[in-house]
């Protein structure tokens, strides 16, 4: 047996053992899913115990160090247990901004204090992050952002106004960009944590078309920030800001690969013919797209990958995962279109639906990655 | 997936510069064009895509060749389609070896196909739209043979193949699977008429009346030709699918080099986002299929149970993609891209006949729809 082939077994056996069977069924909902944090209620004990398990393993950041809570996994046997999480059809233990985004942007830019401090309460999901990115002013044109700190000597001062804010009004934390020079349009942005709950921060949902209230309109009104929550250099945050982004992308991206295995023809059995072509070719289009992301991560993984490359991936698998919703609609018919009934499940297929309107523009529209991929891939002039 | 390792890099790098060095259109696709050569290819070239072993990709080491699979092959074919070479390196070296191997045809053809001398065509369609089940030509047993009647049509390299793969009914009726035989059908047997297609290659159209052959000429089982053929239909899809890549590959560099010359406005028409975004697009769009052939290839060669579905996928997405490609690639080269003098038309030819080859985007969507049971 090769060393692979021991961790496969091993993994295997220790999920049998200890993921609850309530985890190995489907999400029906958003509610489902396990983002941690201060004020987090368990949606379940199996929830609960399922993180605490995986915690305890250093399993909701595998590939992370185990000095930071990690669990020190090469990127193969990180992908074995993902492969064995799949085969069981185990759910995520912890959704968390804080994996997926701050945590890459840290473990590359961040002071060694910072990682001992941030990193293992990320791993076991006890601090909520939310991204203070975008703002009224500034959302394709992100450098052009305003929120300034201004050194006080012995603390930042942060005023301005973050727009978009994904879960502000239930995050701990923030990661935000603010504005700490004007000489520079991008080398005059720092990239600054602090807690949400410091006087002077609010937030206010924003009602979306989806009827839900995924974002936030985030207030910062005198907020002091202790100096040493900068990562990376003053007036060097865009460098952490675009490697940050290029994992948002990624994470994005994989929208396109939808939900396991299947294809969407098999899930909604088209009874119309042009219907079914439409299907069909959509399917063509999400299982290339899967092979791509496979090739992708294998790339990303060897340092083959352009580093704009993500750009093109976020782009194709928003583009795929709002064509994949148009067509659940079509599929679904009338039943589709039920907004708050118990048949429809609170109007599931609908709101999923407008949610997905939002993937080509959060994170960078369609428009700024083709921009990115013009320019950095293809070398077009003026780009 | 794996990436390639470091033997299928080197395969890739000795195929890319032999086919720039020696594959592009000044040397081979216009030159045979406008000389009229009636293969449509180099008899020398084909020689030395043997000399350099790359005929032998899918051929086991025992029997000489290199014993590698699809995945290999893919990346031969997308140098060829990036270069437009003519070559009958898709039907003999990768459908006709996988066709015969491991039946006893093999040893009577596999020496001609490692030098670059034996030729090989494959002959299923009978109308205008490809559809393997739907074969209707007849062959009954006679004596000790048996008697070809029905035809044939799109054989590419058929009027130079030495051989002929030619499936026919030798049991059940029209759209079943089942009573299929795949024959071995020499040089010379039955009527043909050579067709030039729109990319300069030739393709026969055949009539057999009463054709015999002999009981050895029978590829596999009688009754049981559709294992061969579809085995070697899906290598012949999947290295289709790559060559298409190949195609759509070669068209938008040419295209991307051609916004960073051309001028208007007093610009170079590459700083217009109009254009930008659409090459853009185009980018990802070869990327993925690239990745959807290599990943079909790579379910080939492994035996998996969904290679089959990936064919189609790889097939319908290279096929749509290499579309695009050669009507943006002409379409953002202006004027000059509707000139025959410029190479950006001959990839929009040569898209058009691989994409229809074994199936074309339709019948591949079709097909992903089928298998997964819709």
Redesign the interface.
Known sequence: MTESDAFRSNTRAWLEANCPPEMRQPMRSEEDACWGGRNWTFASDAQRVWLERMVERGWTVPHWPKEYGGAGLSPAEAKILKEEMARIGARNPLYSFGISMLGPALLKFGSEEQKKRFLPEIARGEIRWCQGYSEPGAGSDLAGLHTKAEDKGDHWLVNGQKVWTSYADKADWIFCLVRTSTESKQGGISFLLFDMATPGVSTKPILLISGNSPFCETFFDDVKVPKDQVVGQVNRGWDVAKYLLGHEREMIAGMGLGGTG??L??A???DDPLL??E???F???A???A??S???F??FK?G?AHPA?PS??K??GTELNKRRHELIMAGGGSDALEWDSERSKGGKAARDWLRTKANSIEGGTS?V???I??KH??????? | MPLLNDDQKMLQETAASFLADEGGPAKQLRHWRDTGCTDGYGTALWKQFGELGLTGICIPEAQGGLGLGSVEAALVLEEIGRNLTPSPFLTTAVVGARAIEATAHAERWFPGILSGEAVFALAVDEGPRHGPDRVAMTAERRGNGFVLNGQKQFVVHGNSADMILTIARTAGSPGEREGLTLFAVPRGAGDLESATLADSSKAARLTFSNVEVDADAVVGEVDGGWEPLNRALNSGRAGAAAELVGVAAGATAMTVDYLKQRKQFGKLIGEFQALQHRAAHLYGEIEIARAAALKAAELLDSGNEKAELMVAVAKAKAASVARLAVQEGVQMHGGIGMTDEHDIGLYMKRDAVLGELFGDVYYHRNRVAELSSY
């Not at chain 1, 891939?377 to 780009?383: H, K, Q, R, S, V």
Request: proline share 4%.
């Open positions: 299947g294809t023809g098999a909604l059995k088209p079914r072509a299907i069909a070719a399917d063509v289009d299982l290339a797209f092979a791509m496979e090739r992708f294998e790339m060897a083959e490359s093109m991936m782009y194709a428009e990655q083709l921009n991929v013009a891939i293809l070398g077009l002039p003026g780009a």
